[in-house]
């Protein structure tokens, strides 16, 4: 059920959109497959990004059990300011973010609102557009990526991560960022 004030902000007005830095949290864990004793490693994921590296630890670690290994990935994402809002667009599991949005029809120019743009973005599975109440910056923006892998920590009360870079094309998500500027703005 969307509240009120997310549906305040669906129907607001695009004020900015600029690219920023967000963090995916998934799960990976071995899970029987049959009474065999088989297992297989399972990834389990939520379409939910957080905006600090500090917010998507704090998740994983209050969300672990015994088994669970977390990925935290960087990827960039389209953050759209409205008056009370923001509209986080990104897509999960992709070197190439918005590539497989791309190209589409063209935005038209009366198209101005955050519900109309949220529609307009909603297409492959893994493409996400959310809604947030709250007026949170978009994190510094840099050309590297990492993806970050749990581990048990020292003492087996907190998660230790090894960090491995990715290469991220940020070609089509520039893209579509300069389409909405042109379209909306």
């Known amino acids: 059920m969307i509240s009120i004030r997310r549906e305040k902000i669906l129907k607001e007005s695009i004020k900015s959109v600029t690219l920023g ?5 998934y799960q990976r ?40 290994k977390f990925i935290i990935d960087e990827l960039p994402y389209i953050h759209v300011q409205s008056e009370s809002g923001i509209l986080a667009i990104t897509e999960l599991f992709s070197e190439s973010p918005m590539a497989s949005s791309l190209p589409r029809h063209k935005m038209s120019s009366t198209q101005k609102t955050i ?16 809604v947030f109440e709250d007026h949170c ?20 009360n907190s998660l230790g991560w090894s960090l491995a870079q990715r290469k991220m094309n940020q070609g089509p998500i520039l893209k579509f960022v300069n389409e909405i500027q042109e379209g909306y703005l």
């Open 21 to 25: 830095k967000a963090f995916h949290v």
């Open 115 to 130: 519900l109309e743009l949220k529609e307009h973005v909603l297409g492959p599975k893994w493409v996400i557009a959310q």
């Open 29 to 68: 864990r071995n899970e029987w497959l049959n009474w065999g004793g088989d297992t297989d490693l399972v990834n389990r994921s939520w379409t939910s990004i957080y905006f600090t590296l500090k917010d998507a630890e704090q998740y994983a670690e209050s969300s672990r059990v015994q088994g669970s």
């Open 137 to 156: 910056k978009a994190a510094p923006l840099d050309p590297m990526y990492f993806s970050r892998i749990s581990s048990p920590g020292k003492n087996l």
